[in-house]
């Protein structure tokens, strides 16, 4: 064997060179590991910084917007309360006025008031008047009073040609009431487009 001839001396300088080149390997591999692991834990953690710091921005950027538009929807609830106000306001006057227009008239200019003469609406007229509004007749299975009997009398009876008991200011009050449904309706329907626009 070759090993044999050789000197003892070289054998182990051999060996402590092959020895120390597997320790300096594994050291450098050691320390290359390690470097290896600190630039990838400080690039992770650079990276969740800057991520962190986006959602932060992103977060800020949503909350802003939700409170543009809490702002927006509650200056349009405070428009639209304003204007219900106004109309009951419209309304209360109004109803003040009700007794004035509807029991004296005056015939001519520079006339006397006279009370108004008896202004009679038959329960048909009153049938037809809330059937153009879309009120229905009470049901058949219903409890029907009385007065509900008699405001939808059958067509072509004389029942729809007797006195309903209506008067100039109920019909005046009636459409004070729907006009004020009706604005609310409109007045709620306008802020919701006007919210819509802004959004």
């Not at 008031?113 to 153009?132: E, Q, S, Y």
């Amino acid at each position: 064997m070759v090993l044999d001839r050789l000197p003892i001396g070289l054998l182990v300088a051999g060996l402590a060179c092959v020895i120390s080149a597997a320790a300096a390997g594994s050291i450098a591999y050691g320390f290359g590991f390690r470097y290896a692991e600190a630039l990838g834990n400080s690039n992770l953690q650079t990276l969740k910084t800057t991520n962190a710091e986006q959602a932060g921005v992103a977060e800020k950027e949503n909350r802003l917007q939700l409170l543009q538009q809490v702002a927006r929807a509650n200056e349009a609830e405070a428009l639209l309360f304003a204007t219900f106000d106004q109309h009951a306001e419209e309304k209360r006057q109004l109803q003040e006025r009700i007794p004035h227009v509807t029991t004296k008239y005056i015939p001519a200019p520079g006339a006397v008031a006279k009370p108004i003469p008896r202004c009679v609406f038959t329960a048909g007229w009153l049938r037809d008047f809330n059937a153009a509004l879309g009120v229905s007749a009470p049901g058949s299975g219903a409890a029907v009073t009385a007065a509900e009997k008699a405001a939808w009398p059958a067509t072509g009876t004389d029942a729809e040609l007797l006195e309903s008991g209506v008067t100039p200011a109920d019909i005046l009050a009636h459409a004070q009431d729907y006009g004020l449904w009706a604005r609310s309706i409109l007045a709620q329907l306008n802020a919701l487009l006007d919210l819509r626009e802004k959004d």
